[in-house]
């Protein structure tokens, strides 16, 4: 074999759609904000349902601790955000520092909002801030500097208009057609990111504060630190293309709050009531088209976590869940985490429904009759979500649904996503009796689909074939023969230049690669081509910057019109370091440029998960905003002949999806729809290490317990077994029927 690795031989990677599912989203009007953040709903709390205007040094760092203890934070809430009434007051409004910035209220914070970042941090925690539009009267008044300019407050102030604050009040607009302009919101933005800000709330924002969104987008941008981008409040929807180009979310409507409790100004208990939460469910619908990965309808804070007190009944807040994550909300917690009650732990814990949130999928609604709502979308492995409601406040009522409706026919296996138990298989239509306020949220997988699915994998189990060696087979006759549809070409290397072709010799188009390509596409199928793997001159070395390697990606994504790339990363490639963020921040670039491009990264790993080159290959990935839809190990060459390749499979992918959990916030059932594996069948290129057809049985059922993105192998060249005139690269070395490997993963369906 020719592949030879020190840790791992064998190659990888490919996506499965369920990493961003756009499947059944109406097409966005305006393409998404391409910062690299929020490319999932953000998950988290936030200060301003419960904690109010009285927000303090303690309060907040006892919420942080609340969601580490209570595992919130191992389901993937990771915010913790500071709203309003941090800042110093006087009877002019904002008391300002030297360039004219709000301070911080000393008395609430004494040791400053970096200390109360960094608190955060330390936690594994994200803090998140808040601002609205305009500059200080204050600054003005004392017309104070900008930051690094020779301008002044009052040179970009318009003292004519002001703007909207909730807090001190006294905000003039700023002229953003005078210079020093940007660069007061450029100052204050690294202000924020050196305090260690990782979410920033403007709020007060209306059609008029567009220049303003506009100019913090680009500070924010410059600030030299990757900070999601919210917009408040009720926002109009008439620009909601503007506000997806610039932001990552964005209030739909005003606060979920209902201001109704005994306290000042309608704090304390009840934060909400049924109203205010059933107000969103018109909202969401009208919305519902401009939601995807990089930009979210926010429908507020989640009033979950203190039982019935927060206004809602138990029927009502697993409503409120389920709406939120139907729309692919932002889920931001409003309540007092230091006092969560265990019936809503087990409401907020329950991954099923987050996995519901985080699929980047907003659901449409498909019957609105009086108090009836039923709710569907589809997602990337062709199941379908339905929410059934009860809107009402008295009365059952029994709400129905055509599965023509939800968008298939015959018969669903039906599964309740709250209980987690299976139903049945119900033919036709579905209906359920539901108490005031109740929910039901099923998923179901069209049953006169399965074999069909069975039969024609894609994506997740495209197998690598090597048309440069190993005595390829016709990739059509594999696909009569297993059922198989996608492959994973390997390999595209540098030519000695930063120019990419196959095997650094064969061109990209016009050859017998491309006749291959055109042939599996006739037949019905698609590819995904690899660029890398362990020998030759690799294209991340020989292009000197990421925008060169960008280039180079792209002519090979443009020769086939690719849907998916993988990038197998290898031997000197992967063991540089300056290399390895080159090709993070060239694939940032190429997904910015290939709306729906799927991208793999594949690399070797050890049997407990990735060494420290791929855990920091991963956090290089998340710090720099790429959002990655899968990322393959090949668990093979680990060293010992007899030990079980299945079990030591599922290891090291467990050890995979905790690094990539953690690093970029993922619950754990997307943290799976982001993993995948690229096995190697047969003998490996450890003496004596056997990778047999019941371990791909036991990585078989491993992947559809936890639906991870990639099951895949090295080689269909190999899926056989050998005979005279063949060696390792066209062999398995172990006794088989052609394909025996291949057919077992091509069971599965993601």
């Known amino acids: 074999m020719t592949r030879i690795r020190s840790l791992t031989a064998a190659a990888a990677g490919l996506l499965v759609a369920a990493a961003v599912p756009l499947t059944g989203v109406t097409a966005h009007p305006a393409a998404a904000s391409d910062n690299g953040q929020s490319i999932r709903p953000a998950m988290g709390w936030s200060s301003w349902s419960f904690v109010r205007r009285r927000p303090t040094e303690a309060k907040i760092e006892a919420q942080a601790d609340a969601l580490v203890s209570s595992g919130l934070k191992n389901h993937g809430f990771v915010y913790v955000n500071l709203d309003d009434f941090w800042q110093k007051c006087d009877s002019a409004g904002f008391v300002v520092d030297d360039y004219g910035r709000w301070t911080v209220d000393t008395s609430k914070f004494p040791d400053g909002i970096k200390a109360v970042a ?10 998140g801030f808040y601002v609205t539009p305009g500059i200080a009267k204050n600054a003005v008044t004392e017309n104070t500097p900008i930051e690094g300019t020779s301008y002044h407050a009052k040179d970009i102030a318009d003292t004519s208009k002001t703007e909207k604050n909730y807090n001190c009040k006294n905000m003039y607009a700023i002229d953003y057609s005078k210079p020093g302009a940007q660069e007061f919101v450029n100052s204050w933005a690294r202000q924020f990111a050196s305090w260690g800000v990782d979410h920033l709330k403007i ?5 008029a504060d567009i220049p303003d969104v506009q100019a913090w987008d680009k500070a924010l941008r410059a600030s030299g630190r990757p900070i999601n981008f919210a917009l408040s409040n009720n926002l109009p929807i008439a620009d909601a293309a503007t506000w997806r180009k610039l932001a990552n979310s964005w209030r739909t409507q005003g606060d979920v709050e209902c201001y109704c409790g005994p306290g000042s100004n309608g704090s304390g208990y009840p934060l909400t009531d049924w109203s205010h939460v059933s107000k969103r469910f018109d909202s969401a619908a009208s919305w519902q088209p401009y939601a995807g990965p990089g930009g979210w309808n926010d429908l507020d804070s989640l009033e979950i976590g203190n039982g019935d007190q927060v206004g809602l009944t138990a029927d009502q807040r697993r409503s409120h869940f389920t709406l939120w994550a139907m729309a692919a909300a932002p889920l931001l917690l409003g309540t007092d985490l230091t006092q969560l009650d265990s019936v809503d732990k087990a409401m907020l814990t329950n991954d099923r429904l987050i996995g519901v949130d985080q699929d980047g999928v907003a659901a449409k609604r498909i019957v609105d009759s009086g108090v009836k709502q039923v709710w569907s979308k589809k997602e990337s492995d062709g199941q379908y979500v339905v929410a059934l409601f009860n809107t009402g406040t008295s009365g059952n009522a029994t709400v129905s649904v055509n599965w023509s409706q939800v968008g298939f026919s015959g018969s669903g296996d039906v599964t309740d996503l709250w209980s ?3 139903k049945a298989v119900i033919a036709n239509s579905y209906s359920a009796t539901l108490r005031p306020g109740e929910t039901r949220l099923i998923r179901v997988r069209p049953v006169n689909s399965l074999s069909t699915t069975a039969a024609s994998p894609g994506f997740a189990v495209a197998p690598y074939e090597y048309l440069g060696w190993g005595d390829p087979q016709n990739p059509t006759s594999v696909m009569s023969a297993t059922g198989v549809k996608w492959f994973t070409l390997a390999f595209i290397l540098s030519d000695g230049t930063c120019n990419p072709k196959w095997d650094g010799s064969r061109p990209l188009t016009g050859g017998s690669d491309q006749s291959t390509i055109n042939a599996i596409r006739a037949a019905g199928g698609d590819v995904v081509v690899s660029v890398g793997g362990w020998s030759g001159n690799k294209l991340g070395e020989k292009c000197s910057s990421a925008s060169a390697l960008a280039g180079a990606y792209q002519k090979v994504i443009n020769a086939y019109k690719l849907k998916a790339l993988d990038i197998d990363i290898e031997n000197t490639e992967w063991s540089n370091a300056t290399v390895r963020q080159r090709v993070v921040d060239a694939l940032k670039t190429v997904k ?19 060494d420290s080159t ?41 050890g995979l999806r905790a690094r990539v959990k953690s690093a970029y916030g993922y619950s754990e059932a997307t943290a799976y729809t982001h993993i995948g594996l690229s096995s190697m069948n047969g003998r490996t290129d450890d003496s004596g290490e056997r990778v047999r057809v019941a371990d791909f049985k036991t990585m078989l059922a491993y992947a559809r317990q936890h639906h991870i993105g990639r099951l895949t192998y090295w080689a269909v060249n190999r899926d056989r077994a050998c005979g005279s005139g063949t060696d390792g690269d066209s062999c398995s070395g172990v006794t088989q029927q052609p394909y025996d490997y291949l057919k077992v993963f091509t069971q599965y369906t993601g």
């Open 118 to 127: 960094d608190y955060v941090h330390s936690k594994g925690l994200k803090f």
């Open 203 to 207: 709020d007060g924002v209306g059609s």
């Open 420 to 422: 987690g138990s299976h």
């Open 592 to 610: 910015a440029n290939n709306p729906g491009l799927k991208t793999v990264i594949t690399f070797g790993t050890t049997s407990s998960g990735p």
């Open 614 to 654: 791929g855990v920091d290959m991963i956090k290089r990935a998340a710090t720099s905003g790429l959002a990655n839809d899968v990322w393959c190990i090949m668990p093979f060459d680990f060293g010992g002949g007899t030990t079980n390749m299945g079990t030591l499979t599922t290891k090291a992918m467990e």
